[in-house]
């Protein structure tokens, strides 16, 4: 279906001038927004934009919105969120329809509540436009079921950040089901410490595990191996934010070559072990 050709039924939203809508890019690939988010993104006047929103996606912009670039990476924040909370107030009060995109779900480590309650606090009208979070859509995209009849009954999203005293404290001893699976975003760097407290939890070091770089986009890498040589090989394949980790019996559900006919590798990179 041609999104421009969607008319989308009376009781939907419809974007109005003051109003900010708060959009899921999702993880790169531009056939995975929805129709929604596609809808307002033709719309925009303003986009306030994140480092992990896509070229391919921001090519979908209206030739005259007007582009404010936000990009966060890890202790570098180019706009803190303050910042960001009171450009998205000021350009609505500017009578502009303010697009903030950004990269997966807005709502799933995104911050999306904190800037939704902010606006709302100021008077400002706020859509909420779901995407496509990257643990499910990078893990799809690679052949890697989060859920798996006997296999894993159970997923969990962990954000892999590290606190100010380099501490990452989690319930450690909630993870140690080999029946679940568990996907940490955001934690290549405290990627030793995540692997050393699995194992001292129970997590068997032998428990099979993926790293995803990329995911969705042409050049995404699929790196597989176990827990205890996940960190290993990061050094080896120069592996680099943004990726995904991915931990537990599913990352290895389908062989290398049964991976070959999944339509939706065929432009990426091959699986590497």
Not at 198 to 225: C, F, H, Y
Not at 242 to 252: A, K, Q, R, T
Request: charge should be neutral; aromatic fraction near 6%.
């Amino acid at each position: 279906m041609n999104p421009s050709l969607y008319n989308p039924p009376p009781h939907k939203q419809t974007f109005k001038a003051g109003e900010v809508a708060l959009v899921g890019a999702g993880p790169g690939d531009p056939d995975l927004l929805t129709l929604q988010a596609y809808r307002f993104i033709k719309q925009a006047e303003v986009v306030i934009y994140d480092r992990l929103v896509s070229q391919e996606v921001m090519a979908l912009l209206p030739d005259s919105c007007e582009r404010v670039y936000v990009g966060k990476k890890q202790a570098d924040h180019r706009v803190p969120q303050e910042g960001i909370n009171q450009l998205l107030v000021d350009h609505a009060k500017r009578d502009k329809k303010v697009l903030r995109l950004k990269g997966g779900d807005p709502f799933v480590f995104g911050r999306g509540g904190e800037e939704a309650l902010f606006l709302l606090a100021n008077n400002v009208a706020c859509h909420i436009v779901p995407g496509m979070t990257a643990a499910s859509a990078c893990t799809s995209y690679a052949g890697i079921p989060l859920t798996h009849r006997q296999v894993a009954q159970s997923c969990t999203f962990i954000t892999g950040n590290v606190q100010d005293n380099g501490a990452l404290d989690l319930p450690w001893h909630t993870l140690n089901d080999q029946k679940q699976t568990v996907v940490f975003y955001m934690g290549i760097k405290s990627l030793p410490i995540i692997t050393e407290q699995l194992i001292n939890a129970g997590r068997s070091e032998n428990t099979p595990a993926a790293l995803i770089r990329k995911g969705t986009r042409s050049d995404q890498q699929v790196i597989k191996g176990t827990l205890s040589n996940l960190d290993e090989l990061v050094t080896r394949h120069n592996i680099k934010p943004p990726s995904l980790i991915i931990i537990g019996d599913v990352v290895d559900t389908f062989t290398d070559d049964s991976l070959k006919n999944l339509g939706y590798l065929k432009a990426t990179e091959s699986v590497t072990k």
